[in-house]
């Protein structure tokens, strides 16, 4: 069974920083284009950053560009999302995704794999 995990989340000044790891099992995504999504309350799930299979192209929201990084380790199969200056319109509960290919995806019906996702919240 494929299962992705996310961990890193927490509570956070606003400013501060904090990393999302996800680690996937079952199965290794290293061929393929992996992605975070977030969604707040009351609000739909949004894209916040894809990353195609080898981490040569990226992507990002517009909202969060110049702040979060997404990156991947393909050897120890593990995608990252390093956030700094964290604002609190950023907390949300944070899903990591598995693409249905090796490319950058932005759309959530482009991800075959989802995680449970793992809560941020920033507080003010």
């Given at each position: 069974?494929?299962?992705?995990?996310?961990?890193?989340?927490?509570?956070?000044?606003?400013?501060?920083?904090?990393?999302?790891?996800?680690?996937?099992?079952?199965?290794?995504?290293?061929?393929?284009?992996?992605?975070w999504f977030?969604?707040?309350?009351?609000?739909?799930?949004?894209?916040?950053?894809?990353?195609?299979?080898?981490?040569?192209?990226?992507?990002?929201?517009?909202?969060?560009?110049?702040?979060?990084?997404?990156?991947?380790?393909?050897?120890?199969n593990t995608?990252?999302?390093?956030?700094?200056?964290?604002?609190?319109?950023?907390?949300?509960?944070?899903?990591?995704?598995?693409?249905?290919?090796?490319?950058?995806?932005?759309?959530?019906?482009?991800?075959?794999?989802?995680?449970?996702?793992?809560?941020?919240?920033?507080?003010?």
């Amino acid at each position: 069974q494929v299962q992705l995990v996310e961990s890193g989340g927490g509570l956070v000044q606003a400013g501060g920083s904090l990393r999302l790891s996800c680690v996937p099992s079952g199965r290794t995504f290293s061929s393929y284009g992996m992605g975070w999504f977030r969604q707040a309350p009351g609000k739909e799930r949004e894209f916040v950053a894809g990353i195609n299979w080898s981490g040569g192209r990226t992507s990002y929201a517009d909202s969060v560009k110049g702040r979060f990084t997404i990156s991947r380790d393909n050897a120890k199969n593990t995608v990252y999302l390093q956030m700094n200056s964290l604002k609190p319109e950023d907390t949300a509960v944070y899903y990591c995704a598995a693409g249905r290919s090796s490319y950058l995806y932005t759309t959530d019906n482009d991800y075959a794999y989802w995680g449970q996702g793992t809560q941020v919240t920033v507080s003010s």
